[in-house]
């Protein structure tokens, strides 16, 4: 069974930075494409950045790019998210998610269990 764990969620000044971690048990993630979700109370889940097995590309949305990267550490079978110049709006819980094929164009099912982050003064 494929499961991700998050880690790296906190409370940060806007403006701060954080990395999220998912790191997986049971699958080798090199191999799908891993991506990042999150949501904030009272809205909808959003995606927020994809990583692609196929051949590296990313892909974020529009409200993060430029601020998040999001990257491989193959040997250490993690994924990370690098959120920079951090602002409230960011502040959500943040999941990380594969669809276990190697496209990001196909809609996530597995789930992590979410990691907290708040962005606030």
């Known amino acids: 069974q494929v499961q991700l764990v998050e880690s790296g969620g906190g409370l940060v000044q806007p403006g701060g930075s954080l990395r999220l971690s998912c790191a997986a048990s049971?699958?080798?993630?090199?191999?799908?494409?891993i991506g990042w979700f999150r949501q904030a109370p009272g809205k909808e889940r959003e995606g927020v950045s994809c990583i692609s097995s196929s051949d590296g590309s990313t892909y974020y949305a529009d409200s993060v790019k430029g601020r998040f990267t999001i990257s491989r550490d193959n040997a250490k079978n993690t994924v990370y998210l690098q959120m920079n110049n951090l602002k409230p709006g960011d502040t959500a819980v943040y999941y990380c998610v594969t669809n276990h094929g190697s496209s990001c164009h196909t809609p996530p099912n597995y789930w992590g269990q979410g990691t907290q982050v708040t962005v606030s003064s």
């Open positions: 049971v699958f080798t993630m090199n191999y799908y494409a």
